[in-house]
């Protein structure tokens, strides 16, 4: 495909983009605890500017301290922010990419805890998920907060940006307003829709004074809030055809509030999902419209664009993954691009410190990750191929050492091929052919089914020795039977060739064992999941948790959560929950899911000989697949 309408120039009010590819605004966290730009920021956005995009929107920006919806979210609060900014959009210009930058205050999407003061909101109505009771704005307070935004729409023009863009969205202050969901007030700025709109249309008449008519300004809007009493498609239209008389330049179409489930599409949605929302708005308005909702593929946005569902296309958490897809795409080098797994591990990230992602260990680490020559290349010898040990042997073998990896099976990836079996998550297994591709491209010796040994290291004589040999499924002594009724493991469950029988237990509900019920109910199985804590899959992001609940209670798995498995028989579990103890019987299969460790028997064996040795991913720690990357990438870094 030529990408036609994708590369083709596109005008946004005065400003002239290369190409019609967005990096939409997306939180990093890099921000010092003033909400300063930091360098880490700059490495951050240079990289992903140097990637093909013709529009970078940045992250989210607190127009006051009052505002802040998280500890170190970017400020545009006072004039002293302004040469951080402008060293930024010096660095973007520099790679010939626009920048609008958005700002926003988050209203009751916050807490006191953040913001240091109390929380403001249109009414006294708690978030839903923040919990947290707002105070209701003054009308005063309101326009205060209208002059807040103006002048921080000024700061951006002053930085020497090519536009700002107002959020309006995902349930933070001006989106509520707009929502009958958040806003119950009864003076002018609340009730029907022309009166919920008044304090977004008085900010955005505001800003569109203080920054003139030839500075771009973009509107963020939710297309559909999708939450019950919120705005629906139908109130987003019209919504959208009110502010676009007050002249704004381009709607930015997201959905949902923050951190509800469709706020970030996950693998269990198609590509392209949200883009209907796009499309709907486009149908009432004049002016261009960018859309939102996975896409990771440069083919499918070629295709919104040919359909008319948008004028741009965002590709937000694609970037993250992989800062150059759009030029590699371009460029016909599709088996080098590093697939977004939409696994929603950024997002669970930023709930407890800055933004890192699943398949890119160089995420917020541009500087540090950059590849420097070895200067003395070595013989190294990595033993397992799963993600760790493949990226260790991928980043060794491109700073020159001599690197050969060994595998015990026949197939490289380790667990991740295991995790890649479950419905719907088959992309995982992108990971596994793009590493495999470079190592080789990379001429790596890729040596299958060989178990090493520690004579066999004798005899190979490495400089460095990489122990990447995963973990094995943990089975706790302290439950009676466990080990004497022929429990499955996760590997076993999920194999083509099991036999399970009709009626399976599946013990250990968090992410794999609720996975592996979602797999075995596809099937036609009869499943129960037992659980001991007081939900399933609560060590996997929200996103996934609520989607893969849905799916087990609409096929009609038995989920039995606050419930302890305390002794296995042969079909039989007893379980100990709040009605006291009680036989499960009938059962054809057990599978148990209940954690893992690391087997590193080879490292224990190996720890005697005078051998550099290094012990990675789960070998070392049972961990998610961006720990393994990290760990295979820094070791292979500091050879």
């Known amino acids: 495909m030529g990408y036609e309408n994708l590369l083709s120039p596109y005008q946004i009010g005065t400003m002239t983009l290369g190409n019609r590819m967005v990096m939409p605004p997306m939180q990093t966290s890099y921000a010092d605890s003033k909400g300063f730009i930091t360098d880490r920021q700059i490495d951050y ?51 010939g990419v626009k920048i609008v930058v958005q700002i926003n205050h988050a209203g009751r999407q916050t ?157 269990y949605a198609d590509e392209g999902a949200l883009f209907y929302l796009a499309q709907g708005i486009k149908s009432v308005v004049h002016i261009p419209v960018v859309g939102v909702g996975r896409v990771i593929r440069l083919d499918v946005a070629e295709r919104i664009l040919q359909e008319g569902k948008a004028d741009l296309v965002a590709l937000g958490r694609t970037l993250i993954a992989d800062p150059f897809m759009p030029r590699k795409m371009i460029d016909g080098k599709v088996e080098d691009v590093v ?93 596994i052919d ?54 499955l493991t996760p590997e076993q469950a999920l194999s083509e060739t099991a036999n399970l029988g009709q009626k399976v237990a599946v013990v250990g509900a ?7 019920a979602d797999y075995l109910s596809e099937r036609g199985k009869d499943v129960t999941l037992i659980e001991m804590r007081t939900d399933i899959a609560m060590d996997i992001p929200s996103h996934l948790q609520y989607h893969l609940l849905k799916r087990l209670r609409e096929k009609d798995v038995r989920i039995l959560t606050s419930t302890r498995a305390i002794e296995f028989r042969r079909g039989t579990i007893t379980i100990q929950d709040g009605m006291g103890k009680r036989p499960l019987r009938g059962f054809d299969s057990i599978v148990t899911a209940l954690g893992a460790k690391s087997d590193d028997r080879i490292a224990r064996a190996l720890k005697a000989k005078k051998i550099k040795l290094y012990t990675i991913g789960d070998a070392k720690e049972p961990g998610e697949i961006r720990e393994a990357l990290t760990d295979g990438e820094n070791v292979a870094l500091r050879l």
Do not use: W
């Open 510 to 516: 968090g992410g794999i064992g609720a996975e592996i």
């Open 434 to 487: 793009y590493l495999q591709r470079q190592l080789i491209q990379l001429q790596v010796p890729l040596i299958m089914n060989q178990e090493v040994s520690p004579r066999m290291v004798d005899e190979i004589k490495p400089d460095v020795v990489i122990v990447a040999t995963g973990a094995r499924p943990y089975l706790p002594a302290g439950i009676k039977g466990i080990r004497n009724v022929g429990v």
């Open 111 to 267: 807490s006191s805890k953040t913001t240091g003061i109390p929380i403001v909101a249109p009414s006294a109505i708690p978030d839903p998920v923040q919990k947290e009771m707002p105070r209701e704005l003054s009308v005063d307070e309101i326009h205060g907060i209208v002059d807040a935004f103006a002048q921080a729409a000024l700061r951006v023009k002053k930085s020497g940006a090519d536009g700002v863009e107002i959020h309006m969205a995902h349930g933070y202050l001006l989106g509520e307003f707009l929502s009958p969901f958040a806003n119950k007030r009864k003076d002018e700025y609340g009730g029907d829709l022309q009166r919920r709109t008044k304090a977004p249309v008085e900010v955005l008449r505001a800003v569109r004074k203080e920054v003139g008519p030839d500075f771009a300004i973009i509107c963020r809007l939710s297309g559909d809030e999708f939450v019950e009493g919120g705005n629906g498609l139908e109130n987003s239209k019209k919504i959208a055809e009110i502010l676009e008389k007050e002249g704004v330049d381009l709607f930015d179409i997201s959905a949902a509030l923050g951190g509800r489930p469709f706020n970030q599409l996950t693998y």
């Open 339 to 431: 697939c977004c797994i939409s696994c929603n591990r950024c997002l669970q990230s930023l709930a407890t410190g800055p933004l890192t992602c699943a398949v890119n260990p160089e995420v917020g680490r541009e500087k540090e990750t950059r590849l420097i020559p070895a200067s003395k290349p070595k013989k190294v010898l990595v033993i397992g191929g799963g993600p760790s040990g493949m990226k260790a042997a991928e980043i060794a073998a491109r700073r020159g050492h001599q690197v050969t990896l060994y595998e015990r099976s026949q197939n490289l990836g380790g667990a991740l091929r295991l995790a890649a079996t479950p419905p719907k998550k088959e992309i995982m297994l992108t990971i």
């Open 45 to 95: 956005y240079g990289e992903r500017a140097k990637g093909g995009v013709g529009l970078i929107i940045f992250e989210h920006t607190g127009i006051s301290t009052q505002g802040k919806a998280s500890g170190n979210m970017t400020l545009i609060s006072t004039d002293a922010h302004i040469p951080g900014f402008a060293k930024l959009i010096d660095t973007l210009h520099n790679e």
